[in-house]
């Protein structure tokens, strides 16, 4: 593996990152993800410029969050359980990232009450397909490749994907639906740009890889969370539809076939 120099952040000495050419490489995939996701999901572009917010699809999109967020500690148990088998050290870091995001729920669910939703009825929701999907693919990672690679990947592209997508959207939201109606979201963006765990992140990912086969297995992983993340947003897009505010629209049939279509999109 192949390092750069360690680096200050906010008078904190970080760990130089690993392999910095694998990473420049995926951080060039995420990249044009993003430009794929707004040009071929539909309605991947309402929350960034309509000026017309569906509350339906918008109110789905935050509980989504907050599910996934909740979904994701007993995700996160499980790889700490496997570092403290494998190597403590790192069972150690990852408990201090897991208890650093384990309350972000909160935050999200804030502004879901100030349009109506009260915690009582996001915690009730039942997740998107999608998004039970998108756990079953941990958990198989876990129990089928004996390793949480799986998640870690999808920890790295969260980690940078909603820096590349949530300050615009949020900025667009509140200027639609007014000052301070957002506030629960920009308080969690302005944490992850202060506190940036995404070398943190890297750099865990790294300790599995011993040959180019591990880095394939990365991109692959990366790749199918993408396609994971892009059927959550068609299954909404599907299930509320852009153009009325708030019915429940298609129904589940034809979100389910709009899931399988983004999942096998190349």
């Known amino acids: 593996m192949t390092e750069t120099s360690a680096t200050e952040h906010d008078g904190r000495q970080e760990a130089p990152t690993v392999e910095p050419e694998f990473k420049a490489e995926v951080d060039t995939l995420l990249h044009s993800f993003v430009q794929r996701f707004y040009k071929e999901v539909p309605g991947a572009d309402h929350l960034l410029q309509d000026k017309q917010i569906n509350l339906g699809y918008y109110r789905r999109h935050v509980i989504e ?6 979904m994701k500690r007993w995700i996160d ?8 088998k494998h190597d403590p050290r790192l069972a150690k870091k990852w408990s201090a990232y897991t208890e ?4 972000h729920d909160g935050m999200f669910a804030k502004d879901l009450e100030k349009v109506g939703v009260s915690r009582e009825e996001i915690y009730a929701s039942e ?10 693919y941990f ?11 799986a998640s870690l990947a999808s920890s790295y592209f969260i980690e940078n994907i909603s820096l590349l997508t949530q300050p615009d959207w949020v900025r667009n939201v509140e200027s639609v639906l007014g000052d301070g109606m957002t506030r629960g979201q920009q ?23 011993e040959s180019d086969d591990d880095k394939r ?13 892009c059927a959550c947003y068609a299954e909404m897009y599907e299930l509320y539809g852009k153009d009325d505010g708030e019915r429940e629209s298609s129904g589940q049939g034809d979100a389910s076939a709009a899931i399988v279509q983004q999942l096998v999109t190349d």
């Open 187 to 209: 308080a969690h963006i302005d944490h992850d740009l202060e506190d940036d765990h995404s070398d943190f992140v890297w750099n865990v990912l790294m300790t599995f890889v």
């Open 65 to 70: 969050i907050i599910l996934r967020l909740r």
């Open 100 to 103: 650093d995001e384990m309350l």
């Open 127 to 136: 997740p998107l397909f999608s998004t039970k999907l998108l756990q079953g």
């Open 217 to 229: 297995r990365i991109v692959d992983h990366i790749t199918n969370v993408y396609r994971l993340f």
């Open 77 to 84: 148990a499980l790889t700490i359980h496997y570092f403290c």
């Open 139 to 149: 958990y198989y990672g876990l129990e089928h490749e004996g390793r949480p690679l």
